[in-house]
């Protein structure tokens, strides 16, 4: 029991003040069966101690172990199947058995190497994506602390700038460029007439899985922050801000009309350049213009004239029988 007690010391010390490679993957007590038999060859006396610094040598300080076993999301159980697959043998093998230290060092170093050339086949990740989100898929396994580091990114994600005219629909989308989760929550909330971060300004609006917020006709009401958050299981991936700002239609049309005015006060009908890349003008050229000012004049001249003609015979014989009246009358004063 004393012995016991002396090895249960040992791994306290050597592992309690913090985890490592070797003890994310073994158990303790398989690591006590391992080094129960270790003899200094030096003094040819057993010495467990030695035996779990060795291990912390080979196995915890080892940096092309620890590079080994970054691996992506999932991989740390094969991490573990491939050193229980080099260590366990061992534990059978030297269980209540005195061995020198030499063997432990060889046995041990070969452990280690072939866990390097097998876990260095296992799957790596591609990395996190910038500038914002908690990407699980992104984070890579550290047999130091024997967690997944994450990206280490802020969730709040930069503002992102939207224009759009009055009375117009609207469309928000809430994309990543990153993997997410099959189980997310996305809440949207706006702040209205804000441009802020602050949580305390939102207020919620939404919430289910739909990526897209839809305005069917954006009113000047609709100016603000609009923040879709992305949850999953309960922890919040990614908050993603957009600025919308809407221009008033009065003052779009006011524009289009004083451009038209611009373009009348230009010499000979000429028009202002086009900029380069410009969508084509809707207005007809000056040539076209003028065509259709002299069709319109002569029509009006082909109109008035035909209406002449048309009333010069009704005066013509109201004239006639004027004169026939006139000679009547005479006649009858000679009689």
């Known amino acids: 029991m004393c012995t016991s007690a002396l090895c249960l010391v040992c791994v306290s010390l050597l592992f309690g003040t913090s985890l490592s490679c070797f003890q994310c993957f073994v158990d303790v007590s398989d690591a006590l069966r391992l080094c129960w038999g270790h003899i200094l060859t030096e003094h040819n006396v057993r ?3 030695e035996c779990f610094r060795k291990l912390d040598r080979i196995f915890n300080k080892n940096e092309r172990v620890i590079e080994a076993a970054r691996v992506g999301g999932g991989y740390d159980k094969q ?11 061992m534990v059978e093998e030297f269980h209540e058995k005195l061995n020198k230290d030499t063997v432990y060092e060889e046995r041990l170093q070969t452990a280690a190497d072939n866990f390097i050339a097998a876990a260095s086949k296992l799957p790596r990740v591609s990395g996190c994506v910038p500038p914002c989100g908690f990407q699980s898929a992104g984070a890579v396994y550290n047999c130091i602390t024997c967690h997944y580091d994450s990206c280490g990114l802020p969730l709040d994600c930069p503002f992102k700038e939207m224009n ?11 994309e990543v460029p990153f993997h997410l989760p099959d189980d997310i929550e996305v809440i949207w909330s706006v702040a209205e007439e804000e441009k802020t971060q602050q949580v305390d300004q939102f207020k919620e609006v939404t919430a289910g899985v739909d990526m897209l917020y839809s305005i069917p006709s954006t009113s000047l009401q ?9 949850y999953s299981g309960q922890h919040s991936i990614v908050r993603l801000y957009y600025y919308l700002t809407v221009t008033p239609q009065v003052v779009e049309g006011h524009t289009e009309l004083q451009e038209i005015f611009d373009l009348s006060l230009l010499p000979e ?3 202002l350049p086009e900029p380069a890349g ?20 002569l029509l009006l001249f082909l109109s008035l004239g035909a209406l002449y003609w048309l009333t010069k015979p009704e005066q013509t014989h109201h004239a006639q029988h004027g004169d026939e009246d006139l000679g009547f009358s005479e006649l009858g004063r000679c009689m």
């Open 164 to 174: 759009v005219t009055e009375n117009s629909r609207s469309q928000i989308w809430c």
């Open 47 to 49: 010495n467990v101690d």
């Open 222 to 230: 609709h100016q603000g922050t609009y923040k879709c958050e992305i």
């Open 79 to 89: 991490l573990k199947e491939l050193l229980d697959a080099e260590i366990l043998p």
């Open 278 to 297: 410009s969508p084509p003008s809707l207005l007809p050229s000056p040539p076209l213009l003028t065509a259709c000012l002299t069709a319109l004049l």
């Open 269 to 271: 009908g000429r028009l």
